[in-house]
């Protein structure tokens, strides 16, 4: 029954910086995990962060040290922090609700998707 909505994509320079936002229309508490996921023109999904109810994180080596996700129970709302951006950032980010901390499942819920786009 959770519905999941993606806000904050956009065009930015290399270098810069956005903050996508995840709003649950329901607890976020209610899955085991929250996380982002991405996938670009001719490559497969990818999971870019992930965050348990306990507040554990799991990234992509590529965004480690770059993007950092959050959540903000009171609110049910997630957030993915995304510094240092580079233009193979460049895809459509999913927000995902679901059991794993590492793979999907048939259990997630998806959100619809938020372009990034990292470009000159």
């Known amino acids: 029954q959770v519905q999941l909505v993606e806000s904050g994509g956009g065009l930015v320079q290399p270098g810069g910086s956005l903050r996508l936002s995840c709003a649950a229309s329901g607890s976020i508490l209610s899955s085991n995990v929250m996380a982002w996921y991405r996938q670009a023109p001719g490559k497969q999904r990818e999971l870019v962060a992930a965050?348990?109810?306990?507040?554990?994180?799991n990234y992509a080596d590529s965004v480690k040290g770059r993007f950092t996700i959050s959540r903000d129970n009171a609110k049910n709302t997630v957030y993915l922090q995304m510094n240092s951006l580079k233009p193979e950032d460049t895809a459509v980010y999913y927000c995902?609700?679901?059991?794993?901390?590492?793979?999907?499942?048939?259990?997630?819920?998806w959100g619809q998707g938020t372009q990034v786009t990292v470009s000159s």
């Open positions: 995902n609700a679901g059991p794993s901390m590492r793979t999907t499942t048939r259990y997630d819920y």
């Open positions: 965050i348990s109810r306990t507040g554990g994180t």
